[in-house]
């Protein structure tokens, strides 16, 4: 089946350290891979996505890339903010039968000291 | 703002009750799906519409439904509500129905089940 396995969190950084948020999957057939965020008491927000094997996506200084030999997509940032505090998911979806869901990894909780 | 429009934002009901969440999707888009994050289970797929129709199914329950309106706001109705059926409930919504496409999240609806 699909699945979706990203890191433990929760992770504390501070301000302007190097952020990485290791996510890999599994899945039939050829997904499309996401970063959503979540801000405190909001919905989600789609961050980035690749929708194919060495694409790389990036938005607000945050990376991935779509990695097929190692299943993966880390999210990766060279200098957070106290504002980048939230919980990140990975996730993937798959087209299966004319219909397209998302699968999410469990959330990665990260904090930002000043 | 994503465009996707979830009504009530707080939900606080008895068990045995039943209540409906309203989701309008961004102008456009076609395809409403709805999802349940709670602190035991993540972040998890119910059902997803189409133009009207049911397109799939996920981990919803039988005390669930769901449906799509021909203006295409969507409603999840929770009936006989348990302790357990407290959670987040995001609606999501994209242009399609499969493909690529890019899903955007309302800010959800709290249920609180007392």
């Known amino acids: 089946g699909n699945s979706v396995t990203q890191m433990e969190g929760p992770v504390t950084l501070s301000e302007e350290a190097f952020l990485t948020i290791n996510c890999t999957y599994t899945a039939t057939g050829y997904p499309s891979l996401f970063w959503y965020v979540q801000y405190p008491g909001e919905g989600l927000q789609l961050l980035l996505k690749a929708t194919k094997a060495d694409d790389k996506g990036s938005n607000k200084g945050f990376e991935a890339t779509y990695r097929k030999e190692t299943t993966s997509f880390h999210l990766e940032k060279g200098s957070v903010q106290v504002s980048d505090s939230a919980v990140y998911f990975c996730a993937l979806s798959v087209s299966q039968g004319g219909s397209e869901k998302l699968v999410f990894g469990k959330g990665t909780k990260l904090t930002v000291n000043p | 703002d994503s465009g996707v429009t979830q009504t009530p934002k707080h939900l606080i009901t008895a068990t045995g009750q039943r209540v409906t969440l309203r989701c309008s999707p961004r102008s456009g888009d076609l395809s409403v799906y709805w999802y349940q994050q709670s602190l035991d289970q993540g972040l998890q797929f119910l059902i997803q519409?189409?133009?009207?129709?049911?397109?799939a199914k996920g981990n919803i329950l039988e005390r669930f439904s769901a449906q799509q309106f021909p203006d295409l706001h969507s409603e999840l109705n929770l009936s006989s509500l348990e302790l357990g059926d407290s959670a987040l409930y995001f609606c999501a919504s994209s242009v399609q129905a499969g493909g690529t496409d890019t899903q955007y999240f309302g800010p959800g609806t709290r249920l609180t089940v007392l």
């Open positions: 519409y189409y133009n009207g129709e049911e397109r």
